[in-house]
């Protein structure tokens, strides 16, 4: 099957810096990336689409200067925390569909996540 | 709008207890149905989906049928095991993206 990795998997920070957030599709390119905001006994939501090479699609809500995705290439897409508040403060799961060779992936799979702390 | 609710948890059953959790739907249109499951320390993983009516998803020993009428996927399994012990999402797709409900974690006992 095609794994995703994140990295990294927990990470505190200080009010006020920002916080990248490293999506990887290891054995497959992945075409289109999504990341996802999980709040403690909450459900995923979506926060953004990203095709790549083309800017990410955010959903309603969700302010695209705080959280900025970059999808530069077909197995790296990042989420950059910009300014992080405490109330930034959740869990971050990102997936993947693509492509590996002839085979193409519809399914969503996804990555491990990552614990973001902000003091 | 389109949105997914499942039943509250926790649920904590005994092993070889049968298992159901429900999982109801609202959506325009018949989207695709989706179970993912999520062990400690891992991504979620797909367990099984249906795309139309009256489909039955089934893998592992879960299954789930797709039910227009009641715009249910109820999950069941008839013997759980302690490794079955995790936080299920019912899911639904539309346009590509999924919307999921709240979780619900399972915990086994031996």
């Known amino acids: 099957g095609a794994v995703v990795s994140q990295h990294p998997s927990r990470v505190i920070c200080k009010s006020g810096t920002s916080v990248k957030i490293e999506c990887r599709s290891l054995?497959?390119?992945?075409?289109?990336m999504f990341w996802y905001r999980q709040f403690p006994k909450k459900s995923l939501m979506l926060m953004a689409t990203?095709?790549?090479?083309?800017?990410?699609?955010?959903e309603q809500g969700v302010e695209k200067d705080k959280f900025l995705i970059n999808h530069a290439s077909l197995t790296l897409s990042t989420l950059t925390v910009t300014s992080a508040h405490p109330e930034d403060s959740s869990f971050y799961i990102c997936?993947?569909?693509?492509?590996?060779?002839?085979?193409?992936?519809?399914?969503?799979?996804f990555g491990p996540g990552t614990r973001l702390t902000v003091l | 709008g389109n949105s997914v609710t499942q039943m509250e948890g926790p649920v904590t059953l005994s092993e070889e207890a049968f298992l159901t959790i429900n999982c109801t739907y609202t959506?325009?249109?018949?989207?695709?149905l989706f179970w993912y499951v999520q062990y400690p320390g891992e991504g979620l993983q797909l367990l099984l989906k249906?795309?139309?009516?009256?489909d039955k998803g089934s893998n592992k020993g879960f299954e789930a049928t797709y039910r227009k009428e009641t715009t249910s996927f109820h999950l069941e399994k008839g013997s759980v095991q302690v490794s079955d012990s995790a936080v299920y999402f019912c899911?639904?797709?539309?346009?590509?993206?999924?919307?999921f409900g709240q979780g619900t974690e399972l915990s086994v006992k031996p």
């Open positions: 997936s993947a569909v693509g492509t590996s060779g002839s085979i193409t992936y519809n399914e969503q799979f």
């Open positions: 054995d497959f390119q992945a075409t289109t």
């Open positions: 990203s095709n790549e090479g083309s800017k990410a699609t955010y």
């Open positions: 959506a325009t249109g018949y989207p695709s």
């Open positions: 249906a795309t139309k009516a009256d």
């Open positions: 899911a639904l797709s539309r346009g590509g993206k999924l919307i």
